[in-house]
């Protein structure tokens, strides 16, 4: 099983002070932040057909405008070959998979451009040179059925992983379609399970039988089009005719109701519901001979595992149990016994495995077949321990001897023994995998990779900023060690701010190479309404408080111009998805403080954004405008509703992709349409395939990074 935490660990590189999260009371919407709040006319309504052909066109028209000026920029050649030198690069790290005995690898390069499933031995793993066997050709299969895959990974039935479903997406969209497959003789199954294109989860209860969440027609998806509805389906048997086990309601607008099996090496067997209400409140049910049983959990709580007959529990809000006296605290981890859960779901008893502290918080945990691996921050440093179960049922934990300033990226763990990997790496520091052992507590180097930029002259700094009701927030700012102090650094500055995700320092090639290795300097900021000092933290900045997220980020770069590390002229911002929306909003609020600005895959009509794609089950998260209150802040940071005729801004560039079904395309073009009507100068591009990222394959990655990186020269450097 293989863990990945791009988007969802913290990866800090130097210990800071204790940061609270606790904030001053203010203001909903802090005067000075105020913006006007009437709402604009949509005239841009007609953009929100996805592929109808006076919409391409438009994009057509606008993609062909930019493109003269970016392609054909001198920079723009030189930047995508050596965006590309280092995503294709062969001596890159192979992350490893432990799968039936055996380490599974998923790669792409020049020759397998959609990737191929590869496999080998851990003992030649290990050595400098392994030599792989080819599982599953990504496009040797889209040749075959003449559709352009795109590999989103294998669901396999644990712990054996012989039978899995191979997920493949159209493009790069959520809608996936899954076909099972024998990953020993590398064989999709004939007669076997087949899942049509859908948003849907699929998961194995048994060799002959998946537990689905897919939409099976009128009134199983929710109003922001996940499915709703589970049912159980059996080989042999019609999908149409699968058996419903679980149904939820229309109204459920969070991120779908999915199915999930635990079973751990011990042999026990969980099959358990997620009906999720909202964006982040949930109710769990396991599935029993009699029928769903819905268990006793807090509204923010996710069954998230399940080890030695015990479930796994993290807790986002406090929980204060049926007949406890004792109340839980948000961010711990517990343990319910699953044969006590089976006997009464409503009377739970929790032990708790982990508890946060006011300087540790909990990130992410998984199994291997008898231990927990667990990993926290501690001061904002990196922190991972091995858990066992003693016999008295309480848990006792063994530290894992993770070096200072290096984060973990990601792992995996074996569910036939109990080796893990864990990916250790840092801003200017390749990743390096350690093998472990959670049996007998070793944890030692086993790979790294070579620098793919030249860091020698670089330095990482931690700074923090006192936001403005008074909160410190924290940076980190990447720079050359002989960085003069004038202002006049070409500065990039990034962060998220949302739905509890922390945005954390990672390698990467492609910034080290077209940003830091031309004197750029690269900030990534710590602000509220992410993950890196718990559930706190991110709750700061939900819907109408979600100004101070904005604050945060606005803070961040006021500091970097006071410590004359740049300046308005030198400073530019990007940010993806929600991101873009942070872009957006410091775009609308700010404009005279940045000189680029790049909006990826954004949120931009906040006005509009519920019924736009996947957009109701973010309302935990934004605020709905069917309440007065929220749809008046709403209105008044929504950057397509707060652009204004008569005011300067710096001229954006504005990405999305046509198969981007989560956030869609709608919000970019309508902000770009509004742009053109106030004559304001932007650019636009709208690549097709993608989804809710840079592009389907590393060719097309590279060539969007390149766009970035040509329009960030030519706005902040000489």
Not at 118 to 136: C, G, H, I, Q
Not at 159 to 170: G, I, K, M, Q, Y
Not at 295 to 324: C, F, H, I, R, Y
Not at 395 to 412: C, E, F, M, Q
Request: charged share 25%; glycine share 10%; hydrophobic share 40%.
């Amino acid at each position: 099983m293989r863990i990945s935490l791009k988007s969802g660990a913290v990866r800090l590189v130097a210990r800071l002070m204790v940061i609270t999260a606790v904030v001053t009371a203010v203001d909903a919407i802090p005067a000075g932040a105020q913006q006007s709040s009437p709402e604009q006319p949509d005239n841009y309504t007609w953009l929100e057909g996805i592929v109808g052909e006076r919409q391409l066109t438009w994009v057509k028209a606008e993609n062909s405008r930019t493109a003269v000026v970016l392609e054909k920029d001198s920079h723009f050649a030189r930047l995508k070959a050596d965006a590309l030198e280092v995503l294709e690069a062969p001596d890159r790290l192979a992350n490893p998979e432990f799968r039936n005995g055996a380490v599974y690898n998923t790669w792409r390069d020049g020759e397998h451009v959609r990737g191929i499933v590869r496999r080998t031995t851990l003992k030649d793993y290990l050595t400098s040179a392994p030599k792989w066997e080819t599982v599953l050709d990504y496009d040797a299969l889209s040749n075959t059925d003449r559709q352009s895959w795109v590999g989103e990974g294998l669901e396999c039935l644990h712990p054996d992983d012989e039978l899995c479903l191979v997920v493949l997406s159209a493009g790069g969209e959520d809608a996936a379609t899954l076909r099972e497959m024998n990953l020993k003789t590398g064989k999709f199954i004939e007669g076997g399970f087949v899942l049509p294109r859908g948003k849907q989860s699929a998961v194995w209860a048994d060799k002959d039988t998946l537990l689905i969440g897919r939409d099976w027609g009128p009134g199983t998806v929710s109003e922001s089009g996940y499915p709703i509805t589970v049912r159980r389906w059996r080989r042999g048997q019609p999908l149409e005719s699968s058996n419903e086990v679980f149904r939820g309601d229309t109204k459920d607008n969070g991120f779908g109701n999915n199915p999930h099996v635990f079973a751990d090496g011990q042999g026990h067997h969980a099959e358990i519901v997620e009906r999720n209400l909202s964006t982040f409140a949930r109710e769990n049910y396991l599935l029993l001979p009699g029928g769903a049983k819905k268990l006793a959990l807090p509204l923010k709580a996710s069954v998230d595992g399940m080890l030695d007959g015990q479930l796994l529990v993290t807790l986002n809000e406090d929980w204060m149990p049926e007949g406890e006296a004792r109340k839980i605290a948000e961010g711990s981890v517990v343990a319910l016994e699953l044969a006590a859960v089976e006997k009464d779901p409503a009377r739970l008893k929790p032990v708790v495995v982990f508890a946060p502290t006011s300087e540790e918080f909990e990130q992410w945990f998984s199994t291997t077949k008898n231990h927990l691996i667990l990993a926290t921050l501690e001061h904002v440093q990196q922190r991972a321990y091995v858990y066992s179960r003693g016999g008295d049922g309480n848990w006792i934990r063994k530290a894992l001897p993770v070096p200072d300033n290096l984060t973990i990226d990601s792992g995996t763990m074996s569910l036939t023994d109990d080796r893990f990997f864990l990916a250790l790496e840092g801003f200017l520091t390749p990743p390096a995998l350690w093998l472990g052992d959670a049996g007998d507590g070793s944890f030692v180097p086993a790979k790294s990779q070579k620098s793919q930029f030249d860091a020698s002259g670089d330095v990482v700094e931690q700074l923090e900023v006192t936001s403005k009701d008074g909160t410190r927030v924290p940076y980190f700012v990447v720079h050359r060690k002989d960085m003069q102090y004038d202002g006049s650094n070409p500065t990039l500055l990034t962060a998220y701010g949302g739905f509890q995700i922390a945005s954390t320092p990672s390698y990467s090639p492609v910034n080290g190479k077209l940003w830091l290795e031309h004197g750029g300097v690269y900030v990534l900021a710590n602000i509220r309404g992410g993950g890196e000092f718990g559930p706190a933290w991110h709750e700061a900045g939900l819907k109408t408080h979600r100004q101070r997220i904005y604050d945060d980020f606005y803070a961040v770069a006021e500091n970097l111009v006071t410590r004359k590390i740049t300046s308005s002229r030198r400073l530019g911002i990007l940010g993806a998805s929600n991101g873009g929306l942070l872009m957006g909003v410091a775009f609308t609020q700010h404009p005279e403080m940045w000189n680029a600005v790049v909006i990826q895959v954004p949120l931009l009509d906040m006005l509009g954004f519920e019924h736009l794609s996947a957009g109701a089950s973010w309302v935990g998260e934004y605020g709905s405008v069917s309440v007065p209150e929220e749809r008046a802040f709403l209105a008044s940071i929504s950057p397509y509703n707060q652009l204004k005729r008569d005011v300067h801004y710096p001229e954006p560039l504005i990405f999305t992709t046509t198969k981007d079904d989560r956030v869609g395309p709608v919000h970019a073009r309508k902000f770009a349409g509004r742009m053109e009507e106030f004559h304001k100068p932007f650019f636009y591009d709208e690549i097709t395939e993608g989804g809710h990222g840079e592009g389907a394959d590393k060719k097309q990655e590279a060539r969007t990074d390149a766009e970035y990186f040509t329009y960030l020269m030519m706005k902040l450097m000489d």
